[in-house]
């Protein structure tokens, strides 16, 4: 039987105490890694509210890894700096760590050991955590502490990091792509307990290329662009803006350069015809991506044999893919 976990009241507490009134979990400021010659990221400005679920979304090198280890301070800023609960993460960083709990996008332990060793291990080195707690999580994510570390399969080892990740009931929560290889049983418990710790005070940072995920669980989101931000908006609000995305169907031949050119008009493409015997239609589909007002697109598709015309929200997917071609084009 699954042993009752803690309340959600008490959960993100732990030995650093309560949370203090209007204090930011992190506030970040002009921060900027290079590597070399490579950006990692450049003059990133942004604030995570206490208690929120944030979301980090990008795609691989966008600079969500680059941004979560200068949180840590396992890499050093070549300019800006960045606070956790108003402490400076190098100046204060022992204090810091005490009141993060982390997960990597690669997380190594020692492989001879248990799966249980490495769990008490790490327990110790944080002054010891509370078993009862320890003990709900690891059934929670039903994870065989008995196992050799070594003999996990790559989702096991995400669940052994994730119990690591909170079992110190941390006040912050860097999680950096925290559900892959996860089964969708094991997503729900995560998504679970995260409602629960945030319920209880704890903020939580996570860095995705899951949108849909970002889209269930998260307050607020960043999209990360070569280590930029290109928006930081509410999630309801990233996907419910202004932008819709218009399918048009004409009776004859349309090139998509004219609606292309149009105001708030972006990523016009040409999408197959067929007629009523699967063949290929003489008629022109198009799909496009429009921002604010859409007369100007109505008006110059009444020009041609329109013959239908859908329009519908986007998903964050595709508001994603959105914001990406819209900073391109500023470039």
Request: glycine residues 12%.
């Amino acid at each position: 039987m699954r042993q009752a976990a803690t309340p959600p009241t008490e959960l993100g507490k732990g030995a650093a105490g309560t949370p203090a009134a209007n204090e930011e979990a992190i506030t970040i400021e002009g921060l900027t890694k290079y590597y070399g010659p490579v950006r990692g990221v450049e003059e990133l400005d942004l604030v995570v509210h206490q208690a929120e679920v944030f979301g980090f979304l990008g795609p691989n090198g966008a600079g969500k890894t680059t941004t979560l280890r200068l949180l840590l301070d396992l890499i050093r800023p070549d300019a800006g700096s960045a606070r956790i609960f108003g402490k400076d993460v190098r100046r204060e960083r022992a204090a810091v760590h005490r009141q993060i709990g982390y997960l990597p996008g690669e997380l190594a332990m020692w492989p001879e050991l248990t799966g249980k060793d490495n769990l008490e291990y790490l327990a110790h080195l944080r002054g010891g955590v509370d078993p009862g707690y320890l003990c709900s999580l690891i059934e929670r994510f039903e994870v065989d502490p008995s196992r050799r570390y070594r003999d996990y399969s790559r989702g096991n080892k995400q669940k052994v990091g994730l119990v690591q990740a909170f079992m110190h009931r941390p006040r912050l929560l860097l999680l950096d792509e925290p559900t892959g290889s996860l089964d969708p049983l094991v997503q729900n418990a995560f998504h679970e307990l995260v409602r629960e710790v945030v319920a209880g005070g704890a903020t939580v940072f996570l860095s995705s290329h899951v949108l849909s995920e970002v889209e269930r669980m998260c307050d607020r989101a960043g999209i990360i662009r070569e280590g930029r931000l290109v928006r930081v908006d509410r999630v309801d609000a990233l996907g419910m803006g202004e932008v819709h995305l218009v399918r048009m169907s004409f009776g004859g031949r349309v090139e998509p350069a004219e609606f292309a050119a149009l105001p708030g008009v972006t990523g016009v493409e040409r999408a197959p015809t067929v007629d009523g015997d699967g063949g290929r239609s003489a008629g022109t589909v198009l799909v496009a991506t429009i921002a604010g007002d859409p007369r100007g697109l109505l008006t110059a598709a009444l020009r041609h044999d329109l013959l239908e015309i859908e329009s519908r929200r986007p998903s964050l997917e595709e508001l994603f893919l959105t914001y990406y071609e819209q900073e391109a084009e500023g470039m």
